[in-house]
């Protein structure tokens, strides 16, 4: 399913890909690709709050990921600005 996730990614199918990151996990719920995959589709949809609470759990999983550190940073700014 996280292929098929980033593959409907890359094709601008974000609900479709968010779908496929929530069955990985289901069964994974530790997978830090589908978690930042979660994460990166959400925003794209313009859920920043649902974006950044998978970004937080990615980083849970995998600290090490400063490319989604970088992005959760300026998601939590961009909410504070906002009204």
Do not use: W
């Amino acid at each position: 399913y996280n292929k098929r996730a980033t593959v409907l990614y890359l094709m601008q199918r974000y609900q479709d890909s968010v779908d496929d990151c929530r069955m990985v996990l289901e069964m994974e719920p530790l997978h830090f690709g589908a978690l930042s995959g979660l994460g990166l589709c959400l925003l794209r949809m313009g859920d920043l709050h649902g974006a950044l609470k998978a970004f937080e759990r990615t980083l849970q999983v995998h600290p090490g990921l400063t490319e989604i550190r970088k992005m959760a940073e300026d998601l939590r700014v961009r909410l504070e600005a906002e009204p």
